[in-house]
């Protein structure tokens, strides 16, 4: 069984507690607005060219096996139709101008790199977690490489925006220290607006999450003239649940406009750009209603 | 500033320096007659022609009781200054004086007439970036103990005990005790004038009082300990002409000082001034290579060291903002959480006058190699950059050799790869190397050469450092010295050791990579071709460097093969340095003490020939054991794992990693958490040293935009920080591009 990864990010800091690995997993069920990981939304492996890079050097002229790069008039040009994402000029490309977005990996092709920094794992209570996109719309591979982990005795988290079936759910639910969840709207027309699918599902399931007792850390991005208005019902909600441990809002910045430019989808991300006051006033909402930690 | 009065502040900060002229962050010297009343002694010219003067009575004498006379008559006649606004007095004479004149007679005398063919060669290897060795006399600590229990008076009487006891000595003897009952008598004398002279100025009765009671006695309260130190530091280290690279185990060793106060009902507030005083001296002092104090490590009985005084020290050094004195941490495994976030966050905050040292690693290290015991090992000195010693050890240490010389020299069939001018011993033409282990098994036969070379020619002038430098001031504190009869530098004991020092290992190792997985393993090129690619320094294979350039399999990146080619370069070093005799009249043995580089990086970086590695000519080396610019593709973790597979105890001394960050990975109480991660497994994994620097490309660059918009800006080099303004800015360059490598 293989999973297509997009990045596997080594001293993650903000993906659960302590010194974590953190591992993309490619295809997501939602497309929010002001998404910063475009490259993670399809589920097939696409490759990005990094133009401000490229050096005209025609490597990977040379070694594409189906004629999908070419130098005209000096200027790189990229025919995506054509591209199989084969990856062979990427590796190629020395000016780190194209970048394939996602490889396959088995589970014992992660696991040497996941147990690389094992002793910083164990000396900041870290660990793993698996993020994505979705990472559990590949729910079986993850199931098997949560159980290698724990056997290895590291502390694992999955980053989920939710919307996966139960199945999914249950099948990782036993080897998952903590969720980070992901909570955008409470309201299911602004969760549509917002993200183009419906929340039912990922209100349900972070209920069901948490009636099993699973240890779960909300988030909940912040997007003015999106989702600035859904703080309380949210924080309401969660005042519902038992088992979350923490809660934190995340202010939405517009730093990966040149990640949609270099995969060639058009930029969605919104103009408006939250201030640290904007997040620290949400922050100070939910504090009012729930008696949980709110960073 | 905060704990100093404004008129205060302005007076200490001009105290060393005019701040109304340019500052010389490489000037060695400070000095400003203009601010002594001419009626407390003669001017600084004048003492200084007055040293030779004098000398020619005493020329028939032995250098040690020439250079105890040449500090009694700087002592008695240097002006001096007491102010009301400042707590510590002035003296005047403080550009190492004793050091150009009689030292500098003597050196040369010895190295040009009685070793020149040693000193020729010396020069030789530092001319061409093979090595530099310096001559050094510079990286002492005092027993501070002793200095506290006993004070100088008590000093002098310890010594004159023993020398009765001694009964009839040789004359070599018997001058080493009267060049120390001179020194003290002397360090005495001024300490009784400046005492007299604070009790008839207005507002320095306080000094009077303090400067009376060190004159005869131990220190008594944390006020007079602290001048105590600041006395002894401008003397030895500015007027004796021996650096002192330490002002103690601040919070263990002046604990009981703190806790006298504190029971007789001195308030916190004081102490904290009192410091803040003490710091200042030290910043407006200010050059580059700073001046050492440490904090924290174990207690005899294998606790913490840290304290409340710990605390404050911190907490003073922060709201002060300062940058100076530089600060070491010895980090043990007892030392609490709680203090290593408060420092760790100051790092965070760009504070980066810490530098981080490993108890567990230091300790482990003084023991296997110079046979230490546990207790001894806990109470050790850190000294000098990230060099540790027991107690009154005198290791010398200044010989930076370029680890990337001896591959130009297998490259080129021994010659040098710049212009085929030096050679050492020959090798054979590229052609013959068969294998890739021909060819590091030659490039090791180099490096034991260097080394040899190395050996031989500072054992040929390390028997005349006591002849160069004598240190009755330094050797009185240590009781070894006393019970011998022996100079501090020269004591024919294991206590005398010689330390070797390697840079650009990652260049090294990435470019013995390289080779291999190009020419041996891939053949994509012969030897001869990619020599001949580097000694046209990659002109017309501009893609080919790229591509060296963009291969991730490089030291720093947690990769099997350049690891093991670090790991052995280690014990190869070690294995044949350590433990081999040093100069006779010193002693002791050679270790390999690592691989920091101090500015070496930049400085032998120009003379060194392209690299394989794609490095041109003339850039930068790497800098301590850390990867080269732009090559730690894998992240901190990565470069840790590298870094700590190295046996640092095979090394005394100086292994030591930069860290860079960016801001944005440690923010927040997750970002300090993670990074204390970081710290922990570097220790537990047996780092020795760590400097981080938390700042991004972004920042340095507008930085050297508007360096006035940064004026407090901080980054640490190989071994100190300097204020970003303060370098000059074809060296900025390297640290905007490791900056920008950050991922």
Redesign the interface.
């Known amino acids: 069984m293989k999973a297509n990864i997009f990045e596997i990010k080594?001293?993650a800091?903000?993906d659960g507690?302590?010194?974590r690995t953190t591992v993309f997993f490619k295809g997501c069920p939602l497309s929010c607005v002001w998404c910063h990981n475009p490259e993670s939304l399809k589920k097939q492996s696409e490759l990005s060219i990094y133009q401000h890079k490229c050096v005209k050097?025609g490597?990977c002229v040379r070694v594409c096996p189906n004629g999908a790069h070419a130098i005209k008039d000096d200027k790189h040009v990229f025919i995506r139709e054509n591209c199989i994402a084969c990856g062979k000029c990427e590796e190629e490309c020395?000016?780190?101008a194209i970048k394939l977005y996602g490889k396959e990996y088995s589970v014992d092709d992660l696991l040497p790199i996941l147990l690389?920094?094992i002793?910083?794992y164990k000396?900041?209570?870290?660990g793993v977690t698996l993020s994505g996109g979705e990472c559990l719309l590949q729910y079986e591979f993850c199931t098997e490489l949560l159980k290698k982990l724990k056997e290895h005795g590291i502390n694992t988290a999955v980053d989920t925006c939710g919307c996966v079936s139960k199945t999914a759910i249950d099948s990782v639910l036993p080897y998952v220290d903590t969720f980070l969840y992901d909570v955008k709207a409470f309201d299911e027309d602004v969760h549509k607006r917002c993200t183009g699918v419906s929340n039912k599902a990922i209100l349900e399931n972070l209920k069901y999450l948490d009636d099993m007792g699973a240890k779960v850390e909300i988030r909940i991005p912040y997007v003015p003239a999106y989702n600035d208005n859904q703080i309380e019902k949210i924080a309401e909600f969660i005042k519902s649940l038992k088992n979350v441990t923490a809660i934190k809002v995340l202010a939405y910045h517009n730093y990966a406009s040149s990640k949609y430019e270099a995969i060639g989808v058009k930029n969605t991300l919104p103009q408006l750009v939250p201030t640290e006051e904007d997040r620290q006033r949400a922050v100070e909402i939910i504090r009012r209603i729930v008696d949980i930690k709110v960073? | 500033m905060i704990y100093i009065k404004d008129a205060d502040y302005e007076y200490i900060s001009n105290k060393y320096h005019d701040t109304k002229k340019p500052f010389d962050p490489f000037m060695r010297y400070i000095r400003r007659d203009e601010i002594f009343d001419e009626n407390t002694g003669m001017n600084g010219d004048d003492i200084k022609q007055g040293i030779f003067e004098n000398d020619k009575k005493y020329e028939h004498l032995p250098h040690c009781i020439r250079k105890a006379r040449g500090l009694e008559f700087v002592l008695k006649n240097t002006r001096i200054s007491c102010d009301s606004r400042d707590i510590f007095p002035a003296i005047n004479s403080t550009d190492r004086l004793l050091r150009v004149t009689l030292s500098d007679m003597w050196r040369n005398e010895i190295l040009q007439n009685v070793i020149p063919e040693n000193h020729a060669e010396r020069i030789n290897l530092q001319r061409k970036g093979v090595a530099t060795i310096w001559l050094d006399y510079d990286h002492s600590v005092p027993i501070w103990d002793r200095l506290f229990d006993l004070g100088f008076s008590g000093i002098l009487a310890d010594s004159e005990n023993i020398r009765k006891q001694k009964g009839k000595l040789s004359e070599e003897k018997e001058a080493f005790y009267e060049s120390i009952k001179i020194e003290y008598e002397a360090i005495i004398g001024i300490v009784k004038r400046m005492s007299l002279l604070a009790k008839n100025t207005k507002g320095s009765e306080k000094l009077a009082v303090a400067l009376d009671n060190i004159s005869q006695n131990p220190p008594k309260t944390f006020y007079e300990a602290l001048l105590l130190i600041y006395i002894y530091f401008m003397i030895c280290e500015h007027i004796e002409g021996l650096q002192v690279r330490s002002l103690c185990n601040f919070d263990r060793q002046l604990y009981k000082f703190y806790k006298h106060d504190i029971e007789n009902g001195v308030s916190e507030e004081q102490i904290r001034e009192e410091i803040a005083y003490f710091f200042l001296q030290f910043t407006a002092i200010g050059n580059y290579w700073g001046q050492p104090v440490y904090l924290g490590g174990e207690n005899a009985d294998g606790s913490s060291v840290i304290n409340e005084l710990s605390y404050i020290f911190v907490d003073v050094y922060d709201k002060m903002g300062i940058f100076n004195p530089k600060v070491q941490i010895k980090v043990a495994e007892s030392t609490p959480e709680k203090f290593m976030l408060k420092v760790l966050d100051m790092i965070r905050r760009g504070r980066n006058s810490f530098v981080l040292v490993g108890d567990k690693l230091i300790r482990q290290s003084l023991i296997k190699n110079l046979g230490v015991t546990e207790e001894e090992a806990r109470l050790c000195d850190v000294k000098g950059c990230y060099e540790y010693a027991k107690q009154g050890d005198f290791g010398t240490g200044m010989n930076y050799i370029n680890l990337v010389k001896p591959l130009e020299f297998v490259l080129h069939g021994g010659y040098d790869g710049i212009d085929q001018s030096f050679i050492l011993q020959k090798s054979p033409a590229p052609y013959e190397y068969k294998t890739f282990d021909d060819l590091y098994a030659e490039y090791k036969k180099q490096l034991f050469a260097l080394i040899d070379k190395t050996v031989e020619i500072v054992n040929g002038y390390e028997d005349y450092l006591a002849e160069i430098n004598p240190l009755p001031m330094l050797s009185a504190t240590i009781p070894d010295c006393l019970e011998k009869g022996l100079d501090a530098i020269a004591r024919k004991s294991v206590s005398c050791s010689s330390f070797m020092m390697f840079g650009a290992i990652a260049d090294v190792v990435d470019s013995l990579t390289m080779l291999k997985k190009y020419v041996y393993d891939r053949k994509e090129l012969t030897l001869e071709e990619f020599v001949s690619i580097i000694d046209n320094n990659f002109e017309g294979h501009e893609l080919f460097r790229q591509k060296l350039l963009n291969d991730r399999e490089k030291y720093g990146n947690n990769k099997d093969f350049p690891d093991s080619l670090a790991v052995d370069i280690d014990e190869s070093i070690s294995g044949y340095l350590n433990h081999r005799k040093n100069a006779s009249n010193r002693g002791g043995y050679w270790f390999n003490a690592g691989y920091h580089v101090a500015r070496q990086y930049y400085e032998q970086g120009k003379k060194t020939a392209s690299l394989p590695s794609g490095r041109l000519k003339g850039e930068e080396l790497a800098k301590n054991s850390s990867p080269c610019v732009g090559q730690n593709r894998e992240g901190a973790t990565a470069a840790i794992l590298t870094v700590t597979k190295v046996d640092a105890t095979n090394c005394v001394g100086d292994v030591c990693l930069d860290l860079g960050v960016l801001p944005s990975a440690v923010k927040g109480d997750d970002g300090l958490q993670a990074l204390y991660g970081l710290v922990k497994t570097y220790f537990n994994r047996g780092g020795h040293a760590l400097q981080i620097n938390i700042v991004d490309a972004e920042t340095l660059r507008d930085a050297q935009k508007n360096p006035e918009k940064y004026a407090d800006l901080q980054i640490r080099v190989a071994g100190w920080n300097v204020l970003w303004n303060n370098i000059p800015p074809h060296e900025q360059e390297g640290f905007i591009k490791q900056a920008e490598a950050l991922i």
Do not use: A, M
């Open positions: 080594r001293f800091v903000h507690d302590g010194v050097c490597n020395y000016f780190d690389q920094d002793d910083f000396d900041s209570n870290g960073s």
